[in-house]
């Protein structure tokens, strides 16, 4: 009897395990599918908000440097005061010194970075009251990695989330801001705003995500973009499309660049190399350019017979 009582419930409990089982790949397909809208939408907040979160990375370290470097001539203009009333008592010098410093505003200082803002903090300011980074709301992100670790996926999570990430940072690469207008300047500058921004969102991910990505493939992708980037710039480099017109701004917008990437430990040798070459190559074709130029205009006097100006020397 107990037997035939095992079977029928044997017989009962199959069909029941079999509908559990179907109920519950339902409803993972439904969490997976509300996970991947999730990150969808949070990939492209990442990529709206990454330029913006360069361009506040890159104002803040302009800052900074510009206040080292009022802090510099803070500290050259003590000295100067020293030297100069050095037979004086030391009372008499410090009220020197005191009253320089006095003549400083301390809000230029404060505005300007120096050393109450070190590079790398204060973050959650900015222009527009906020710092763009703290726009983008990285808990949908955490969200989406904890519901697939619930559903034992987490390194197809990753995986997915890498793909993703690569194939918009190639996206942002192969656009071309400013094409119409002829400037490289804007080509060029938009595209490492870009990756910059791109890059700084991925170390957040890196510090927080909880091995969504590894420092390997923030490193990997930055080399692949740097390659294209230098491919860019080299080949502007040997058109001299502009070259004089262009050349300070695209050098100082890649120095200010590379003080931000630097600070994330990435390479930049490469950048640097390049701005090296340019302001070297700026210097040579100013001077020919130069050298023309005055040519011409002694070329066109002697055409005319113009008698040469009497020059005197004074003293």
């Known amino acids: 009897h107990d037997r035939v009582e095992f079977r029928k419930v ?13 109920q519950a790949k339902h409803v993972q397909d439904a969490m997976q599918q509300q996970v991947g809208e999730e990150l969808n ?19 803040q370290a302009r800052g900074v440097l510009v206040g080292a470097q009022e802090t510099s001539g803070h500290q050259e203009d003590m000295i100067r005061v020293i030297r100069q009333n050095w037979n004086k008592p030391l009372k008499d010098i410090v009220d020197q010194v005191v009253a320089q410093r006095e003549n400083v505003n301390p809000f230029e200082t404060t505005q300007a970075g120096g050393l109450r803002s070190p590079f790398g903090t204060n973050e959650s300011k900015g222009r527009g009251g906020g710092f ?15 519901l697939y670790s619930r559903l ?52 957040r991910v890196l510090h927080t995500g909880q091995g969504i990505i590894e420092l390997e493939d923030i490193h990997a992708m930055w ?46 040798d490469p950048l640097k190399q390049f701005t090296h070459d340019s302001v070297e190559m700026y210097g040579k074709t100013l001077q020919k350019e130069c050298t023309q130029w005055i040519g011409a205009i002694c070329s066109e006097d002697l055409s005319r017979k113009l008698p ?7 003293g």
């Open 10 to 22: 044997i017989s009962v409990s199959k069909p029941l395990a079999t509908f559990l089982r179907q």
């Open 41 to 59: 939408g949070w990939l492209l907040d990442a990529r709206t908000y990454a330029k913006e979160i360069a361009r506040q990375k890159l104002e």
């Open 132 to 146: 763009a980074l703290s726009n983008l709301d990285f808990t949908t992100l955490y969200r989406c990695r904890y």
């Open 152 to 203: 034992d996926k987490s390194d197809h999570f990753a995986e997915k989330y890498r793909e993703q990430r690569g194939l918009q940072l190639k996206s942002d690469l192969e656009r071309r801001v400013g094409q119409a207008s002829g400037s490289f300047y804007d080509q060029i500058s938009d595209s490492m705003e870009r990756v910059i921004g791109f890059l700084i969102i991925e170390d």
């Open 223 to 268: 080399e692949e973009a740097l390659q294209v980037l230098l491919d860019r710039l080299h080949a502007w480099l040997e058109s001299g499309k502009n070259f004089l017109s262009e050349a300070t701004s695209i050098c100082s917008h890649l120095a200010l660049s590379c003080t931000v990437l630097a600070h994330y430990g990435l390479d930049i």
């Open 308 to 314: 040469p100006l009497p020059v005197s020397r004074e």
